[in-house]
């Protein structure tokens, strides 16, 4: 699931499945994502999502789009009834089929010919007129007839250097990630400007923000001082102003909306 926030109260709204890409593709694509939704005659539902270092793009109908790293929350509205298919590339791996620096569509959505010409009018009706496994083929033959041999070694160590942050909070700095890897501060910067679309502190400072989300959501009792030691912050009130700007609640207040949600059904 990707970082829904208040997912006790978005699991009721709509349903969320992924799929693994070929296996020619592993390097560029992180996964594929089907959301669906029947609301037919509730009123319209608005679900926010904290973002991933990760470019996407998303077919759904009369939208059609690639979307660049969105650097702060975004939200979507569902209503009626409907499908969004999507594409999750991993950090570095959009940037040969984009043919420029990642962070020069970062906060942007770009329509698919931008970036794949006229191919990508044929692309969007066939991928919105195929079931999900039909969905999944149609992508995976596209990409892997525009994909290189084998992603750029600077594309790799982009893609490394991201995973370490999400797999360790204990980094929380990005002096010490940068000596730990081998490379100077500026060094590190111009990696993720041009193969992530933002720096290693926003990186950071995000992958935090999931930890603190997916804590808080978990239903096990929040112990705030540790949990802010833990991912770096000064204190707890230095986490909790931190995710309100974020999420819009302060962790305990989301943890106990959460648990106030009713169970899935």
Known sequence: M???????????????????????????????????????????????????????????????????????????????????????????????FLGASVSSITDRFLPLDAVFGTAAHDLAAAVLAADDVSAVSIMDDFLSARAPARPLPAAELAATVVGRIAAEPRVTRVDVLAGEVGLTVRQLQRLFAEYVGVGPKWVIRRFRQHEAAARAASGVKLDLARLASELGYSDQAHLSRDFSGIAGLPPSRYAEAELESPPAR
Request: net charge positive; charged share 20%; glycine share 12%.
């Open 2 to 96: 990707p970082a829904i926030l208040n997912p006790g109260a978005g699991r009721h709204k709509f349903d969320y499945r992924a799929a693994q890409p070929a296996r020619a593709l592993g390097a560029f694509v992180d996964h594929y994502w089907f959301v669906s939704w029947d609301l037919r005659g509730q009123e319209p539902y608005e679900q926010q999502v904290l973002p991933y270092p990760a470019v996407h793009l998303t077919f759904k109908e009369n939208r059609c789009r690639v979307a660049g790293v969105p650097r702060g929350r975004f939200s979507e509205v569902l209503s009626g009834a409907g499908r969004v298919f999507g594409v999750r590339f991993l950090p570095g791996g959009f940037r040969p």
